[in-house]
């Protein structure tokens, strides 16, 4: 059974950066698309970007797009996500997910997703 841990969260001035990590142990990310998602104290899950195992195709919420990038090593069995010029909006809890299911149309939305990480805090203040 597939399980996912994020690492790399903490505390970060804005403009800064930070490399979030999701590792994956009882079966290969290399079948499964991938998505990070965003929860702040109070709202909503929220999809930042995903990316497909079949065709690579990278996706991005307008948000991030431009300051985040999403990259996947199959070898090492693991999915980042690089932010960078981090504002406060970013902070939250920060998930992976995963899916062997249908993606395109549907990456941002959790319910696609049906393997999750316990998630890592990221909080943006100076």
């Known amino acids: 059974q597939l399980q996912l841990v994020e690492s790399g969260g903490g505390l970060v001035q804005p403009g800064g950066s930070l490399r979030l990590s999701c590792a994956a142990s009882g079966s290969t990310l290399a079948t499964y698309h991938i998505g990070w998602f965003r929860q702040a104290p109070g709202k909503e899950r929220e999809g930042i970007s995903a990316?497909?195992?079949?065709?690579?195709?990278?996706y991005y919420a307008d948000s991030v797009k431009g300051r985040f990038t999403i990259s996947k090593d199959n070898a090492k069995n693991t999915v980042s996500l690089q932010m960078n010029n981090l504002k406060p909006e970013n902070t939250g809890d920060y998930y992976c997910?995963?899916?062997?299911?249908?993606?395109?149309?549907?990456?941002?939305?959790?319910?696609?997703?049906?393997?999750w990480g316990e998630g890592t805090q990221v909080t943006v203040a100076s």
């Open positions: 997910a995963a899916t062997q299911g249908l993606l395109v149309g549907r990456w941002f939305q959790s319910r696609t997703y049906g393997a």
């Open positions: 990316i497909s195992s079949t065709t690579d195709t990278k």
